[in-house]
């Protein structure tokens, strides 16, 4: 046993508390990253010729109002939002919740992992998986995008990730990404002959090719399943709701139905 998998089953065994809190702070880090990915990807894309330069480093994390840059202790996951009450520490302005809770979540899904998952190697793929869908889920819900930036790293990984670890036959990641993107591709296709509209988008093609490089293709369409129907439930009702047809973003249901089918597969529940 390598000293890396005896920290950890000492760690899970013997101080599971310390496991999760040590996890949960990870998390909220991760989190604190993946707001400024998901505030400023969309931004980036969209970005125009004239408009200031933009970075997931530049310009420094500052208040929108005021440019007030923060300080390191304005910067601290979770912490800083609730000492400073939500609120600009220079003008008062308030600081989006959204980036709380997206701290919040994380630190409490790397926590879960740290529960579920059997060994470190699994741990941390599952700890990629979930910051990449989280970030791939919000900026779907919110601006209707599943940037390149995500997807493709997010396939690259999956098949790298199932090359070095054998949990899944490589050659079954490569069939799982290449029959992923496809069969969106097929049914975008036959959609669009049908009815003339565009049900989904290319991002949604890529997304599930990346599910498919870390899952591989036999849950292929167990995966689909559940995000279709999770989709046509919760669309249904907000489009109920609303009293109109709204377009719905695909992304968060196959990245939740993916998430549940990969801890499925890799918790030591299942195992
Ligand atoms: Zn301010």
Known sequence: ???????????????????CLLSAVLGAIVGSFLGVVIERLPLMINHRQGEPEL?????????????????????????????????????????PVRLLWIEVTTALLFCLMAILMPSPERLLSAWILIGFLLALSLIDWWHMLLPDALTQPLLWLGLLINACSGVIKLS??????????LCLWLLYWLFRGLTGK????????????ALGAWLGWQVLPS?????????????GWQAWRAGKQTPLPFGPYL??????????YNSHIYL
């Not at 310009?59 to 609730?82: A, F, G, M, T």
């Not at 079954?172 to 993107?181: K, T």
């Not at 990245?255 to 499925?264: E, N, Q, V």
């Open 1 to 19: 046993m390598s000293s890396t998998e005896q920290l950890f089953f000492l760690l899970r065994e013997e101080h599971l508390w310390l496991f």
């Open 55 to 95: 970075s997931l480093a530049f310009p420094r994390s500052h208040c929108s109002q005021c440019q007030h840059v923060l300080y390191w202790w304005e910067n601290v996951p979770i912490v800083s939002w609730l000492v400073l009450r939500g609120r600009c520490s220079q003008c008062q302005t308030a600081i």
């Open 172 to 181: 079954d990641a490569v069939y799982g990404a290449v029959a992923g993107y």
């Open 198 to 209: 565009e049900g989904l988008g290319y991002g949604d093609f890529k997304l599930l090719a």
């Open 223 to 235: 995966l689909c399943l559940i995000a279709g129907l999770s989709g046509i439930v919760i669309g």
């Open 255 to 264: 990245s939740i139905s993916g998430a549940i089918i990969f801890i499925f």
